[in-house]
Protein backbone atom coordinates (compact mmCIF):
# COMPACT_ATOMS: atom_id res chain seq x y z
CA UNK A 1 0.00 0.00 0.00
CA UNK A 2 1.47 3.39 -0.81
CA UNK A 3 0.60 5.89 1.32
CA UNK A 4 0.86 10.19 1.29
CA UNK A 5 0.80 11.92 4.25
CA UNK A 6 -0.27 15.50 4.56
CA UNK A 7 0.90 18.03 7.18
CA UNK A 8 -1.53 21.16 6.56
CA UNK A 9 0.11 24.58 6.83
CA UNK A 10 -0.69 27.89 5.28
CA UNK A 11 3.06 28.88 4.96
CA UNK A 12 4.46 25.54 4.55
CA UNK A 13 2.83 21.89 4.09
CA UNK A 14 4.60 19.02 4.43
CA UNK A 15 4.03 16.04 2.02
CA UNK A 16 5.73 12.15 2.53
CA UNK A 17 5.31 8.78 0.24
CA UNK A 18 5.86 5.55 1.93
CA UNK A 19 5.10 2.18 0.48
CA UNK A 20 4.09 -0.20 3.61
CA UNK A 21 4.12 -4.05 3.20
CA UNK A 22 2.93 -5.55 6.12
CA UNK A 23 5.23 -4.57 8.71
CA UNK A 24 8.17 -3.19 6.42
CA UNK A 25 7.88 0.76 5.16
CA UNK A 26 9.66 1.68 2.85
CA UNK A 27 10.59 5.37 2.26
CA UNK A 28 9.60 7.03 -1.35
CA UNK A 29 9.31 10.93 -1.38
CA UNK A 30 8.98 13.55 0.96
CA UNK A 31 9.17 17.52 0.60
CA UNK A 32 7.55 20.77 2.02
CA UNK A 33 5.28 22.82 -0.45
CA UNK A 34 5.80 26.58 0.33
CA UNK A 35 2.73 28.91 -0.21
CA UNK A 36 4.00 32.56 -1.13
CA UNK A 37 2.33 35.38 0.36
CA UNK A 38 -0.55 37.17 -0.70
CA UNK A 39 -4.41 37.19 -0.49
CA UNK A 40 -6.21 34.11 1.14
CA UNK A 41 -7.94 32.55 -1.83
CA UNK A 42 -4.73 33.26 -3.91
CA UNK A 43 -2.80 31.48 -1.83
CA UNK A 44 -5.28 28.37 -0.73
CA UNK A 45 -5.40 28.13 -4.66
CA UNK A 46 -1.73 27.28 -5.02
CA UNK A 47 -2.42 25.28 -1.69
CA UNK A 48 -4.50 23.47 -3.79
CA UNK A 49 -3.04 23.24 -6.81
CA UNK A 50 0.44 22.23 -5.45
CA UNK A 51 -1.20 19.37 -2.95
CA UNK A 52 -3.27 17.80 -6.26
CA UNK A 53 -0.05 17.86 -8.40
CA UNK A 54 2.12 15.67 -5.67
CA UNK A 55 -0.83 13.29 -4.80
CA UNK A 56 -1.15 12.78 -8.80
CA UNK A 57 2.47 12.06 -9.32
CA UNK A 58 2.41 10.05 -5.96
CA UNK A 59 0.11 7.26 -7.33
CA UNK A 60 -0.98 6.67 -3.45
CA UNK A 61 -3.70 4.31 -2.42
CA UNK A 62 -4.52 6.59 0.68
CA UNK A 63 -3.58 9.77 2.32
CA UNK A 64 -3.44 10.82 5.47
CA UNK A 65 -3.90 14.24 7.25
CA UNK A 66 -3.76 15.65 10.23
CA UNK A 67 -6.38 16.97 12.15
CA UNK A 68 -6.66 20.43 13.22
CA UNK A 69 -6.18 21.20 16.90
CA UNK A 70 -7.95 24.35 18.43
CA UNK A 71 -5.16 26.94 19.20
CA UNK A 72 -4.75 29.36 22.00
CA UNK A 73 -5.31 32.11 19.09
CA UNK A 74 -8.86 31.30 16.93
CA UNK A 75 -7.74 33.54 13.66
CA UNK A 76 -4.50 30.90 13.62
CA UNK A 77 -7.16 28.03 14.25
CA UNK A 78 -9.55 28.96 11.41
CA UNK A 79 -6.67 29.73 8.56
CA UNK A 80 -4.94 26.33 9.60
CA UNK A 81 -8.54 24.90 9.47
CA UNK A 82 -9.09 26.36 5.68
CA UNK A 83 -5.53 25.21 4.56
CA UNK A 84 -6.95 22.17 5.58
CA UNK A 85 -10.11 22.16 3.81
CA UNK A 86 -8.03 22.77 0.62
CA UNK A 87 -5.89 19.96 1.66
CA UNK A 88 -8.38 18.00 1.61
CA UNK A 89 -10.54 18.59 -1.27
CA UNK A 90 -7.29 18.44 -3.25
CA UNK A 91 -6.86 14.62 -1.86
CA UNK A 92 -10.58 13.52 -2.52
CA UNK A 93 -10.48 15.29 -5.84
CA UNK A 94 -7.87 13.38 -7.13
CA UNK A 95 -9.67 10.18 -5.91
CA UNK A 96 -7.92 9.27 -2.80
CA UNK A 97 -9.14 8.15 0.71
CA UNK A 98 -8.61 10.64 3.40
CA UNK A 99 -7.85 9.38 6.92
CA UNK A 100 -7.42 11.51 9.32
CA UNK A 101 -5.00 10.98 12.71
CA UNK A 102 -4.28 14.05 15.25
CA UNK A 103 -1.48 15.12 16.83
CA UNK A 104 -1.54 12.92 19.95
CA UNK A 105 -2.14 9.90 17.93
CA UNK A 106 0.96 10.61 15.24
CA UNK A 107 3.26 11.94 18.40
CA UNK A 108 2.49 8.47 20.31
CA UNK A 109 2.58 6.07 16.76
CA UNK A 110 5.73 7.35 16.18
CA UNK A 111 7.82 8.53 19.16
CA UNK A 112 5.56 6.33 21.74
CA UNK A 113 5.09 9.62 23.73
CA UNK A 114 1.90 12.24 23.02
CA UNK A 115 4.08 15.34 23.92
CA UNK A 116 7.06 14.87 21.48
CA UNK A 117 8.89 17.80 20.26
CA UNK A 118 9.39 18.15 16.45
CA UNK A 119 13.18 17.78 16.95
CA UNK A 120 12.05 14.51 18.53
CA UNK A 121 9.89 13.74 15.53
CA UNK A 122 12.22 14.32 13.02
CA UNK A 123 14.64 11.87 14.74
CA UNK A 124 12.62 8.91 14.81
CA UNK A 125 11.34 9.31 11.32
CA UNK A 126 15.00 8.86 10.40
CA UNK A 127 15.34 6.02 12.36
CA UNK A 128 12.43 4.39 11.49
CA UNK A 129 13.08 4.62 7.75
CA UNK A 130 16.48 4.62 8.10
CA UNK A 131 16.98 8.39 6.23
CA UNK A 132 19.98 9.37 5.37
CA UNK A 133 19.84 12.79 6.50
CA UNK A 134 17.05 14.65 8.59
CA UNK A 135 13.50 15.45 6.93
CA UNK A 136 12.14 19.26 7.83
CA UNK A 137 9.71 19.44 10.50
CA UNK A 138 6.44 19.49 8.21
CA UNK A 139 7.83 16.75 6.07
CA UNK A 140 8.71 14.82 9.08
CA UNK A 141 5.56 15.23 10.25
CA UNK A 142 4.14 14.34 6.87
CA UNK A 143 6.29 11.27 6.94
CA UNK A 144 5.03 10.63 10.55
CA UNK A 145 1.51 10.60 9.51
CA UNK A 146 2.17 7.73 6.74
CA UNK A 147 3.96 5.84 9.52
CA UNK A 148 0.93 6.33 12.31
CA UNK A 149 -1.53 5.07 9.25
CA UNK A 150 0.34 2.22 8.32
CA UNK A 151 1.08 1.08 11.88
CA UNK A 152 -2.74 1.34 12.37
CA UNK A 153 -3.90 -0.63 9.29
CA UNK A 154 -0.92 -3.28 10.35
CA UNK A 155 -2.96 -3.07 13.56
CA UNK A 156 -6.63 -4.02 12.25
CA UNK A 157 -5.17 -6.64 10.12
CA UNK A 158 -3.81 -8.53 12.88
CA UNK A 159 -7.14 -8.18 14.72
CA UNK A 160 -8.75 -9.18 12.45
CA UNK A 161 -6.96 -12.18 12.20
CA UNK A 162 -6.38 -12.81 15.58
CA UNK A 163 -10.14 -12.62 15.82
CA UNK A 164 -10.73 -15.27 12.43
CA UNK A 165 -8.06 -17.35 14.60
CA UNK A 166 -9.59 -17.13 17.86
CA UNK A 167 -13.06 -17.42 16.59
CA UNK A 168 -14.88 -20.28 18.87
CA UNK A 169 -12.74 -20.02 21.63
CA UNK A 170 -14.26 -19.20 24.99
CA UNK A 171 -13.67 -15.54 26.38
CA UNK A 172 -12.64 -15.45 29.86
CA UNK A 173 -15.01 -15.58 32.25
CA UNK A 174 -17.04 -12.13 33.63
CA UNK A 175 -16.30 -13.31 37.10
CA UNK A 176 -12.44 -11.51 37.37
CA UNK A 177 -11.34 -15.28 36.08
CA UNK A 178 -7.61 -14.62 34.02
CA UNK A 179 -6.83 -13.42 30.28
CA UNK A 180 -5.54 -15.71 28.20
CA UNK A 181 -1.41 -14.43 27.32
CA UNK A 182 -3.45 -14.00 23.58
CA UNK A 183 -6.36 -12.03 24.67
CA UNK A 184 -3.45 -9.67 26.76
CA UNK A 185 -1.51 -9.84 23.50
CA UNK A 186 -1.53 -5.70 21.80
CA UNK A 187 -3.22 -4.72 25.28
CA UNK A 188 -1.18 -1.34 27.52
CA UNK A 189 -0.43 -1.17 30.97
CA UNK A 190 0.73 1.93 33.33
CA UNK A 191 1.47 1.50 36.85
CA UNK A 192 -0.37 -2.18 36.80
CA UNK A 193 -3.50 -1.34 35.49
CA UNK A 194 -4.76 -2.46 32.13
CA UNK A 195 -5.87 0.22 29.79
CA UNK A 196 -6.88 -1.87 26.79
Known amino acids: MRILGIDPGLNR ?18 GTIHVPRGPLPDRLKVLFDSVAEVARQARADVAVVEIVFVNV ?6 LLGQA ?3 VI ?3 VASGLPV ?6 QLKKAVVGWGRASKAQMQQMVTRLLALPGEPGPD ?17 VAGAVGGAAAGAGRVAAPRDGGALSAAQLRGMRSRGGRLLG
Not at 99 to 104: G, M, R
Not at 143 to 153: R, S, T, V
Request: proline fraction near 2%; charge should be negative; glycine fraction near 12%.
Open 89 to 91: AAL
Open 13 to 30: TGYGLLQAQGQRLHYEAS
Open 139 to 155: AADALGLAICHAHAQAG
Open 73 to 78: NPQSTL
Open 84 to 86: RGA
Open 99 to 104: AEYSAL
